[in-house]
């Protein structure tokens, strides 16, 4: 069965950076993309963006371009997803989730990745 | 970009009756819009794609119709088990988006 599992939870600095990683296992890897999407506290699903699991192609929501990087390495059908520059409102549960043809049927148990001083 | 609103906030209803829930579109997504269920605590779970195709497992209870800009999801006589966060998903046009979710709870 398909699983995705994710690492576990991070504390960060304002300032720092944080990689969430997202081990794939159950199907082909290079045969799906990873998308990503996260949710801070109490509210809803926000989309960050997409990375392609046969070439690496991704695609990032406008409000983190230049502070998102998405990445695979197919030798362990795991994804990363890193994020810099955190400020407070960054704290939230990261998601991964495979992607087929656009939705997500199978997704992580979640990252919470907290920022404070 | 695609702004997907959700309407409304919240549902009341009881168990055993109907919920119908609605998605619309900034512009046409076509028939790729997607529905999840969230539940506290939990990672969403997909119940619909393509609008209409319900995913493997999922009760024949959730039905989803529309297409272009309009979109609903009803859940026929609610059980106990439905009561949580539902939110739509365009997948037509990057970068993708959600909407802000409607949460069913418990008349």
């Known amino acids: 069965q398909v699983q995705l599992v994710q690492s576990g939870a991070e504390v960060k600095k304002p300032g720092a950076s944080v990689k969430v990683s997202c081990k794939a296992s159950g199907y082909t890897f290079t045969s799906h993309g990873i998308s990503w999407a996260r949710q801070a506290p109490g509210q809803g699903l926000e989309w960050m963006g997409w990375?392609?699991?046969?070439?690496?192609?991704?695609k990032y929501a406008q409000k983190l371009q230049g502070r998102v990087t998405m990445t695979t390495d197919t030798s362990t059908s795991t994804a990363y997803m890193e994020l810099r520059s955190l400020r407070s409102d960054d704290t939230a549960v990261y998601y991964c989730?495979?992607?087929?043809?656009?939705?997500?049927?199978?997704w992580g148990q979640g990252t919470l990745v907290t920022v404070s001083s | 970009e695609i702004v997907m609103t959700q309407s409304p906030a919240t549902l009341s209803v009881s168990p055993g009756e109907r919920a119908t829930l609605s998605c619309r579109a900034s512009q046409s997504v076509s028939s790729n819009l997607a529905w999840y269920q969230q539940k506290p605590g939990q990672a969403p779970r997909l119940l619909i794609y393509?609008?209409?195709t319900r995913a493997t497992g999922i009760p024949a209870r959730f039905s989803g119709s529309g297409s272009g800009t309009e979109f609903t999801l009803t859940i026929s006589s609610l059980q106990s088990e439905d009561f949580a966060v539902y939110y739509c998903q365009q997948y037509n046009n990057w970068p993708y988006a959600f909407g802000q979710g409607t949460k069913l709870e418990i008349k």
């Open positions: 989730a495979r992607e087929v043809g656009g939705y997500e049927p199978n």
């Open positions: 990375i392609s699991g046969y070439n690496g192609n991704t």
């Open positions: 393509g609008a209409s």
